[in-house]
């Protein structure tokens, strides 16, 4: 079947995977998606067995066509496979991988964008992704596939009828977001923000500010780039963009010479109310994540918008339904005996300036009578040297925001503790299961608690403790999926 005479839905048959791959094919297939993990496997999909320090997926293709695969690419042929099994043989699964990532962009008549930052990436993709898809089919990655293997996945899933196409790229190095760059080739450039997050890796923040600005090595000629206009490396921004002949080059944020400038920002219960200057034109839109943190990356979402093509006026009115989702800002009511408590699920990641955004947006939230602001906060992971002294400089901002009580996780979060006002001090436990156990005693009806640390300090047993509260749901426990 030619590739013009596929379906939307076939994303890869044997003839096109063969072509980009160089591998060599045995038997047919029409492959509906790409997967590389046997565990979340759905019918259709064609199964990458990739090798990795701790695993082989070859180890698990058996499990994959069980799941429903249609196809492997394989290296070598696993033992225990059934002869007729369908295979596409390959080098390197890895090349094999990017190989079909390329030969997805190559393919695609959409147009592509792609975001960067410290904080802030897959909030603003997913804002992209759901104001975009009012205009016309829209396919983004998912979750924080942002990586060396995540891109080229991300790209080898990229539907046919796709008229935009937006990815996250993300790094803890430098020299890792240029190749996936150059592989998505966007043309729009999103920088979020630059601050100390993954600072253990780097000397210094302006040295990430120049690993983020390695999106720019990617950008198609005449495309946009939209910067911070806030940041202190907002500068040094525009220069690496220029020295990569960028020409295009928008900024957003609150400063009066912006291109894209918030005029005002009234945060409410249930999200903002923003008026913006978007080039010259006067726009103003709802949305449904709170904060003004939330407000500002929208405008570098109006300004993708309108660099794409799209249809803003439908932009605007999508972003009515843009919300914050599980970890990043998600809110839920908890029901009690007694009436019921507000949660802000922050649990996915944690870095200085996004535990400020958050203690900032939970400093506007006002709580019912008797009710207190609460803030659950693990450690701030890769911070470096500088770690101890970064958790401290969060006191004042507690102080500020007048959190009433404050239960601390982690190590580095007693560096923290002890800046802080005896009467705020609620509590630290060495790690996040030991204050689960506890946290439900300590809540009561109409508080508003934040939940935020860094995704290794691991959050969600308190998260889930929180949810177990509610005494409208029965929550079984999960069973966890072992192997790959």
């Not at 802000?344 to 006002?366: F, H, K, M």
Request: hydrophobic share 45%.
């Amino acid at each position: 079947m030619s590739a013009l005479a596929m379906k939307n839905d076939v994303l890869w048959n044997e003839a096109e995977a063969t072509i980009a791959t160089r591998g060599a094919a045995s038997g047919t297939f029409e492959a509906t998606g790409v997967s590389i993990d046997s565990r979340t496997v759905e019918p259709g999909d064609l199964f990458v067995a990739l090798k990795g320090p701790n695993f082989d997926g070859h180890a698990f293709v058996t499990r994959a066509f069980a799941a429903g695969a249609c196809a492997a690419i394989v290296s070598e042929r696993p033992a225990d496979l059934p002869e007729a099994a369908p295979l596409l043989l390959v080098k390197d699964t890895m090349a094999a991988l990017w190989d079909l990532g390329r030969a997805a962009r190559a393919r695609s008549a959409a147009r592509f964008g792609a975001v960067t930052g410290s904080v802030g990436k897959t909030s603003t993709k997913e804002a992209l992704r759901q104001v975009l898809a009012a205009s016309a089919p829209t396919y983004a990655s998912t979750g924080n596939l942002n990586n060396h293997w995540g891109a080229p996945l991300s790209l080898a899933r990229v539907t046919r009828d796709a008229v935009y196409g937006i990815f996250e790229l993300g790094m803890n190095h430098a020299g890792e977001i240029s190749p996936l760059s150059k592989l998505v080739r966007p043309e729009v450039a999103i920088i979020t923000t630059i601050d100390a997050a993954h600072l253990e890796f780097f000397k210094s923040v302006a040295e990430i500010a120049d690993a983020k600005a390695e999106i720019f090595d990617g950008l198609e000629e005449s495309g946009t780039a939209l910067l911070p206009a806030d940041n202190m490396h907002f500068s040094r921004l525009v220069e690496r963009a220029r020295a990569r002949h960028v020409d295009n080059i928008l900024s957003f944020g609150r400063a009066v010479d912006a291109d894209i400038r918030l005029i005002a920002c009234e945060v409410v219960e249930d999200g903002n109310w923003i008026e913006a200057d978007l080039l010259g034109d006067r726009v103003t839109y709802r949305t449904r994540a709170p904060g003004h943190h939330h407000a500002i990356n929208s405008l570098a979402v109006l300004g993708a918008v309108r660099a794409l093509g799209a249809d803003l006026d439908k932009a605007l009115t999508a972003f009515a339904q843009v919300e914050p989702f599980k970890g990043r800002g998600k809110r839920e009511s908890i029901a009690l005996a007694d009436g019921s408590l507000t949660l802000i699920d922050e649990s996915y990641n944690a870095s200085p300036v996004a535990v400020r955004a958050a203690l900032n947006l939970l400093g506007n939230l006002t709580p019912g009578t008797g009710g207190r602001r609460v803030a659950i906060l693990g450690d701030m992971r890769e911070l470096g040297p500088q770690s101890g002294a970064l958790h401290q400089a969060l006191a004042p901002d507690l102080i500020a925001a007048g959190i009433e009580q404050v239960f601390l996780v982690g190590p580095f979060m007693r560096e923290l503790e002890s800046q802080l006002p005896s009467a705020m001090r609620a509590g630290h436990a060495a790690q996040a299961e030991e204050l689960s156990t506890v946290i439900g005693g300590k809540l009561r009806a109409n508080d508003i608690v934040l939940v935020k640390g860094s995704l290794g300090t691991n959050m969600a047993p308190i998260v889930a403790a929180i949810r177990a509260l509610d005494i409208t749901q029965a929550v079984a426990p999960k069973r966890a999926a072992n192997g790959h």
